[in-house]
């Protein structure tokens, strides 16, 4: 299977400060790879990397088939508007079927009566989720998630994480950094431990169960520690 | 050229939806009559002082337009990152600064069309009211005054594109946008008067040519000729008008160009 998208000895350099160090890896269609890490290792760093937010200082990515979706860490969106004209928006820039744009508000379970209310009156989680739903509008190959779950309750974790295994099986390759070490196990099929900007180890994930994320809990503290 | 019609009427409309826009809508539509009130103390010169006024009114929110609404729509997308919404559509880092450049200016355009109509309605009532103290036409020539008075803030915004385009946050932006501003009012008048015949008779040639070069850098915001020579019904040269016009427009050109350039090289963290 081709790679949606390949990191070639990615490193990036502020000043002195060596934030993503000499990282490669490849994500295939379908498949979901979660970046874990402490606060600083470089994750969403190399997320903007990959975007092209940000300029690597050396290596490349390349995603030949697609360009990137993102869910940023803390998203912002224009307040002014409702979420409805921010994703009839993005149709019209990518010329996609404007239905769209209320398909996936509806997807992210953004009540009907809030998609045309201006964002500034949105609760954080509705602001998460229409976000999400701008990040997914349009079946996106490659998606890059920055803590997805941020500001959503336990039941909206739930329905966030139902909605991006479906796009998964979709065939949609997934990119997502996160602190919640038991939802990512249940997305992702391999998760890369990030500290001090390397990937120190590359964990297959087995059986998506809570014992795993214990394990993989523990490693993280490891490597966080050393 | 879809994603750019696209941004510019996402822009349009995010600038039109915010509070602030309805409220500089309104008002605009209610100062030229409120400006009749310390007109009428004039009443000998009661055409020429009123369309001063309105051009003094126009320059005072076209700079709050800019401060007010302008500043912060480029603070949020650079420092909060909402222009990763954009980038990673994607779209070219120079297609998203000219779209929003755009869509700025042309947030511009109904709040003119509404201080010009009310203000050419405030001109037809007192033409009726003191046909006496107001010249015929003056209406009109506040329209053509309008317009032109626009340009140089076209300039500015431009510049306020290049300030962003590498600033890093809004402190910074705005106090550069000031200077820049302070400067662009009050240095022109005063290298227009350097090079006066009267000085330049009396100064080396290369002075005149430097302060000919310093003043082309940059735009002459205050526009007190086209201001003068219209509320004094003084004819103004149409060649004169055109260079004016190309003049600012290359400036916010180039501006645009440089913006481009240092954005693009620049790390959206």
């Known amino acids: 299977m081709p790679a949606v998208l390949t990191v070639t000895n990615l490193s990036k350099q502020y000043n002195h400060n060596l934030v993503v160090d000499n990282i490669s890896y490849s994500l295939h269609s379908g498949e979901a790879v979660g970046l874990l890490g402490a606060n600083g290792a470089g994750k969403s760093t190399m997320i903007k990397c990959i975007l092209g937010l940000v300029h690597p200082s050396h290596g490349s990515t390349s995603h030949p088939d697609s360009s990137p979706s993102y869910l940023p860490e803390l998203p912002q969106l224009p307040t002014s508007l409702s979420a409805l004209a921010l994703l009839r928006f993005k149709c019209s820039a990518l010329g996609l079927n404007p239905a769209l744009a209320e398909k996936s508000l509806m997807e992210v379970n953004l009540s009907t009566d809030s998609h045309k209310q201006p964002i500034s009156q949105y609760s954080k989680g509705m602001r998460q989720r229409a976000a999400l739903a701008m990040t997914l509008c349009g079946n996106p190959k490659l998606v890059c998630l920055d803590e997805p779950m941020s500001g959503l309750d336990a039941l909206g974790r739930v329905e966030v994480l139902s909605l991006l295994k479906e796009k998964k099986e979709q065939g949609a390759a997934f990119l997502m950094s996160s602190h919640i070490v038991s939802d990512m196990v249940q997305l992702c099929d391999r998760v890369l431990i990030m500290a001090h900007g390397k990937i120190c180890e590359d964990v297959l994930i087995q059986d998506h169960s809570l014992e795993e994320a214990k394990a993989l809990e523990s490693k993280l503290a490891q490597w966080t520690i050393k | ?269």
């Open chain 2, 1 to 269: 050229m879809n994603q750019l019609f696209s941004l510019i009427w996402f822009t349009l409309k995010e600038v039109a939806f915010q509070r602030i826009y309805k409220i500089l809508l309104f008002s605009l539509i209610i100062i030229p009559w409120l400006l009749l009130i310390p007109t009428s103390l004039f009443m000998l010169d009661m055409g020429k002082v009123f369309m001063d006024m309105l051009f003094t009114a126009l320059h005072a929110w076209l700079t709050a337009y800019l401060f007010f609404l302008a500043v912060p729509l480029l603070v949020r997308d650079v420092e909060q990152g909402i222009c990763s919404i954009f980038l990673t559509l994607p779209m070219s880092r120079g297609l998203y600064l000219w779209g929003r450049f755009i869509g700025v200016i042309s947030s511009i355009v109904p709040l003119l069309l509404c201080y010009i109509i009310s203000a050419v309605a405030a001109f037809f009532w007192a033409e009726s009211s003191w046909p006496n103290y107001v010249l015929p036409d003056s209406g009109l020539s506040f329209c053509y005054g309008s317009m032109l008075i626009l340009m140089p803030y076209l300039a500015l915004a431009a510049v306020l594109f290049l300030i962003a385009a590498g600033a890093s946050g809004s402190a910074e932006i705005t106090l550069f946008l000031f200077s820049v501003w302070l400067i662009c009012w009050a240095l022109p008048p005063v290298l227009d008067a350097l090079q006066n015949i009267e000085v330049a008779e009396s100064t080396p040639a290369w002075t005149g040519m430097l302060l000919y070069g310093i003043n082309q850098l940059l735009p002459d915001l205050s526009s007190s000729q086209i201001s003068l020579s219209l509320a004094h019904q003084l004819p103004l040269h149409p060649t004169s008008v055109f260079a004016y016009c190309i003049q600012h427009v290359t400036y916010a050109v180039l501006a645009l160009i440089a913006a481009s350039m240092v954005f693009k090289r620049r790390d959206l963290s």
